[in-house]
């Protein structure tokens, strides 16, 4: 059983009061059953092995059973419902994400994260319900590579600036001839051999904006925990809430931080 603080209340992690608040007990505030069926404890769950689930039928029988929401669950649930309203300065620097990587792959970091967007309240319930963490791998060969771009062939590709005329009507009728600059192919069709001024272009793989969003997700996730946490102290009636206990930068570290251990909080289940 879980030890209590000199004031009564029992320590826990943030992640698990989450998974709690929002597997076990909101889903009391939805007697119809209008919204997602409510699962079964977190007790059963780690008991069984996977997820209890409930039909929506049963949810007016189940809220006559447990009754309303714990009164810590409603003032976590207000204060997730806060993150979206949250400065959207809210910002991960690159140099953070992307730390453990090679310089040319820093370089590019900065402008893939200009075209990151997330919706902090969604990304947090969404591994609240699931009891899981938000995978910041990409896979295998994760350290993205420059590699030159590939022709058809598979043969590296070569490409030329090349100045063309146009001619174009005016809207009062008039043709005039203006000078474009575009980008055609570099190797001349007869040789196949790149052209004099031919040059390569060169590409991430994997893309450097994969890698970006994946760890920019569990940045905020992480950063969101954080600030829930903060935010909690002093209001709980039954909780000290503690953590996040998710490391902060796992690329850094090593760790496989995908995966939470399953833990059995005595207040949390009774």
Known sequence: MAKLDNRGLTPVD?????SWTYREEMPKA???????????????????????????????FAACIYGNPHEDAVILDELVRELDRLSAEWHVPPAEL????PDDVQAEAERALSGYRIQ???????????LGRPDWRVG??????????????????????????????TVDGRTIVRSVTIEEPGRDPKTR???????RKFEFEPPVSTVIDRRAD????????????GECAGR??????????????PWETGEDASERPRRVLASLVT
Request: glycine share 8%.
């Open 98 to 101: 992307v730390s453990d990587l």
């Open 218 to 229: 569990y940045a905020q996730w992480h950063a969101a925990l954080t600030w829930l946490a």
């Open 30 to 60: 939805d007697p119809l059953g209008l919204g997602p069926p409510r699962s079964g404890s977190l007790s059963q769950m780690i008991a069984l092995g996977t997820r209890v689930q409930e039909s929506r039928g049963d949810s007016l």
């Open 193 to 199: 051999r790149p052209r004099r001024d031919a040059y």
């Open 140 to 169: 295998p060969g994760e350290t993205p590579e420059r590699r030159a771009v590939r022709a058809r062939n598979g043969q590296d590709a070569w490409f030329v600036q090349v100045t063309r005329r146009l001619k174009e009507k």
């Open 120 to 130: 902090r309240m969604a990304l947090v319930l969404r591994y609240a319900k699931g």
């Open 236 to 249: 709980l009636t039954a909780h000290e809430v503690t953590g996040p206990a998710a490391p902060e930068r």
């Open 14 to 18: 943030i992640e698990d009061l989450l």
